[in-house]
């Protein structure tokens, strides 16, 4: 069946992370389209600029304090936009972290940090705006996975544990609301540049050490690959806006959307090559010594 274009079908939209990056670029885009948006964050700052924006342009954008790795912050921050707007139509998951670390030295305490924040969080917020979107037949979940929810690299074990965790929870959602009118999205953006690298850099400095231990020829050839990505990325956040408003306004949405050339190229390597020729890449890639 093909997608017809529906304008505003919904009207309410939260966005975790909504104060940055991906999230905060959705949230400006969708109020443009007259969505009404609660963009979700912890930084009081980012929170207080975005809404200033907000004001500024007249746009019905407004934020919200929610932690999603806090079962009370985000009971709050649910309770205060319902109080504020009544049911919610649109959420979504876009708050994220990144801990780069090869599986054999990640701490525990970072991996579950990792999964709490990407995974448990995402899951946390939606169980709880499942019931209302339930009950008026009517919601839409958009999760921000990634192109690394389908191609794992070397130091993306612990990101790309929690995307592919992300990517199968939205499968299941998908099907077992498939009667109730709500539709799940998955989101997959290849490298956008925002605050998340840098972030991801910090939270990662841990790892320092490792990049002279036995993985440090994986980490020469990662920091070189990376090199070349960040310096030739033409993408922005309003790219990935733009999908998320495609998505929002297709009846019925893809399942999938990618956004990056990068994205869609690994869909494809996913689809077309065997395990055993998509793995002798990677090694030809990262175990390559190089001068
Ligand atoms: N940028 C990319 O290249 C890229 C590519 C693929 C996928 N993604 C995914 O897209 C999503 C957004 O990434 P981004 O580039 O927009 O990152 P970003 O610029 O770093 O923004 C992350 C947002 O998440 C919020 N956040 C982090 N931890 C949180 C927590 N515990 N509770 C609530 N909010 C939290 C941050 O706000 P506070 O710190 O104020 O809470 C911020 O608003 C992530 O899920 C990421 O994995 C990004």
């Not at 995402?122 to 990634?146: D, F, H, K, W, Y």
């Not at 790309?160 to 992300?166: E, I, P, R, V, Y």
């Not at 070349?228 to 306004?249: F, H, K, M, N, W």
Request: proline share 5%.
């Amino acid at each position: 069946m093909a997608a017809r274009e529906i304008s505003n079908r919904f009207s309410t939209v939260l966005i975790t992370g909504g104060t940055d990056g991906l999230g905060r670029a959705a949230a400006v885009m969708l109020a443009e389209h007259s969505y009404r948006v609660f963009a979700a964050g912890r930084d009081a700052a980012r929170r207080e600029a975005l809404a200033q924006l907000g004001r500024e342009r007249g746009l019905p954008l407004e934020t919200v304090e929610m932690d999603v790795c806090d079962d009370a912050s985000v009971e709050r921050a649910l309770a205060e936009v319902r109080a504020r707007a009544g049911p919610i139509d649109v959420l979504i998951n876009s708050a994220g972290i990144s801990y780069l670390a090869p599986m054999e030295l990640v701490q525990m305490e970072h991996l579950r940090r990792q999964l709490e924040t990407n995974f448990f969080g995402a899951v946390r917020v939606t169980q709880r705006v499942l019931p209302e979107m339930r009950e008026r037949r009517r919601g839409c979940i958009v999760n921000m996975s990634s192109a690394a929810g389908r191609i794992v690299l070397p130091l993306f074990g612990p990101y790309s544990s929690s995307k592919f965790a992300l990517e199968a929870m939205s499968d299941a959602l998908r099907l077992e609301l498939h009667p109730f009118g709500i539709n799940v999205v998955l989101i997959e953006p290849g490298y956008i540049p925002t605050g998340f690298q840098a972030a991801s850099v910090a939270l990662s400095s841990p790892y320092a050490a490792a990049q002279s231990g036995p993985y440090a020829t994986i980490y020469k050839n990662f920091l070189r690959e990376r090199k070349t990505s960040v310096g030739q990325s033409p993408y922005t956040p309003e790219d990935c806006a733009r999908v998320i408003l495609r998505a929002l306004r297709a009846s019925p949405p893809r399942p999938r959307y990618t956004v990056t050339r990068i994205a869609q190229v690994a869909k494809w390597v996913k689809r077309l090559l065997s395990d055993r020729a998509l793995d002798s890449y990677m090694i030809r890639t990262y175990w390559r010594e190089r001068s």
